[in-house]
């Protein structure tokens, strides 16, 4: 790679993939290293950093236990947004792979966000099911 770490966290934080790749049709060194870049800018574990020591574990757990970041922080990360989130919502059914993933949370402290976790209890509606017969005459 051409470029150094810092130059490449600058430019990933300040520029969205449009304004890259428009750069990087301007500039021979970026047009050189377009595709270590651009890992770098789309990447799910550089986005990642900011909360957890280990994406690629976290990652992993997450599919373990059928875990789904979701908020602001997916909503950033799919629109390849450069937005600071502070917060990460992650859903996990409740039951077992719920225990399971806090578990892993808790053992590897893994996460580095210091406030407070929110549970969410799901609610349930359940609904009658109604069967609709003819009416004969």
């Known amino acids: 790679m051409l470029l ?6 600058a430019l990933r934080s300040f520029l969205t993939l449009p304004d890259f790749l428009a750069l ?7 047009y050189i290293s377009k595709n270590d870049i651009l ?17 690629t574990m976290f990652r992993s757990q997450l599919g373990q236990y059928n875990a789904v970041i ?27 792979d719920a225990d399971q993933f806090t578990e892993y949370l808790q053992r590897t402290g893994e996460y580095k966000n210091n406030s407070e976790v929110d549970m969410v209890r ?3 509606q359940e609904s009658a099911i109604h069967e609709r017969f003819p009416l004969s005459s």
């Open 39 to 55: 890992r770098l800018i789309c990447g799910i574990n550089a986005t990642l950093k900011s909360f957890v020591a280990d994406a």
């Open 4 to 9: 150094r770490p810092p130059i490449l966290e």
């Open 70 to 96: 979701s908020g602001p922080f997916a909503l950033n990360f799919f629109q390849l947004g450069s937005n600071k989130v502070s917060k990460l919502d992650i859903f996990v059914k409740e039951g077992a």
């Open 24 to 30: 990087s049709q301007v500039c021979k060194r970026l």
């Open 122 to 124: 799901s609610q349930r």
